[in-house]
């Protein structure tokens, strides 16, 4: 009894080995499949490329005390790329013979900097060849707009790989001019709650936006904007006397108080009817996020830690690592 005891215990053991075995082979397989070996890591780049956030950080300094627009342009173009493939520079491909590219999406068209993430990228080729991704630069540039324009600074886990693959198609962002409802399912479905989907809608603190994304709000007002606003945008506009909408389009400043700062202004502006995109309206009054929206207008400070939070946490959505991708020699093409 006492020994088929012991070839029972001798053979669970075994059994257990055995399906700990197959299970590692299994995770295994799944990892290599996908060309992950790693997670980010804030100090990936320690070893190979030590001054890479410095050089980034002094590119993007001197780049916005030339130009404070270009801080806001990254931040949403970091929001364009994330939003489609993950965070993979997909979006800063250029289309070539017989290729297309997310560039040419209607929603990218609008697109500002990418001259400026090309410079940056050629500096760290400069001091590092072929070692920082085009994707972690832009979250990089990214961190430090969010910082030159006032908000709390934040660490960028590192790690990035540049993807291989950029389809217009693919592109499916929330319109300014969507209902709330679609914009939540679609901040959802990459992992963000509703309250963290009002904090991502506070990067409309800085920044400007083009009289088409409102337009038909002026045109054919319902009562939710503030009656002087909608006057004052129509002639900005070109809507003022019952005109047609002009060939141009000119852009307004979302925050007109404060465009160049991060701030909890822009809930305010939503509780006061004087938001000019309908997402940002229908936010104040949506049971699902009218109470978040109330809480940053009163809470300044915490709008500013939450906004970092949330950065980071966009800057991380289905990146690629390890094998997976490459890094790219340009950031605008896909290395030969």
Sequence with gaps: MQ?????????????????????????????????????LDVGYYAATCPDAAATVRQAMELQFYNDRTIAPAIIRMLFHDCFVRGCDASVMIVPAAGRSSERVAIPNQTLRGFNIVNRVKKALESACPGVVSCADTLALMARDSVALLGGAAYDVPLGRRDGLQSNPWEVDLPAPFARLD?????????????????????????????????????????????????????????L?????????????????????????????????????????????THPATAGHVGYYAASPDAFVRRFSEAMAKLAAVGVLEGDAGEVRKVCSAYNK
């Design 240 to 284: 003022a006397g019952g005109d047609l909408p002009p060939d141009d389009d000119p852009t307004a400043f979302l925050d007109p108080d404060t465009p160049f700062a991060i701030d909890n202004a822009c809930y305010g502006q939503m509780i006061g009817n004087r938001s000019l995109l309908q997402l940002d309206q229908e936010a104040a």
């Design 3 to 39: 020994h088929q005891r012991h070839n029972m215990l001798t053979f669970d053991m075994r059994t257990s080995m055995y399906y700990v075995l197959l299970l590692q082979l299994v995770l295994a397989g799944a990892i290599a499949r996908r060309g992950v070996v790693g997670a």
């Design 182 to 238: 679609d914009a939540l399912r679609s901040f959802a479905a990459r992992g963000f709650s509703a309250e963290e989907t009002v904090v991502l809608f506070g990067a409309h603190t800085v920044g400007a936006t083009r009289c088409s994304h409102f337009r038909y709000r002026l045109a054919h007002p319902d009562g939710t904007m503030d009656e002087a606003l909608r006057r004052d945008m129509a002639e900005a506009c070109g």
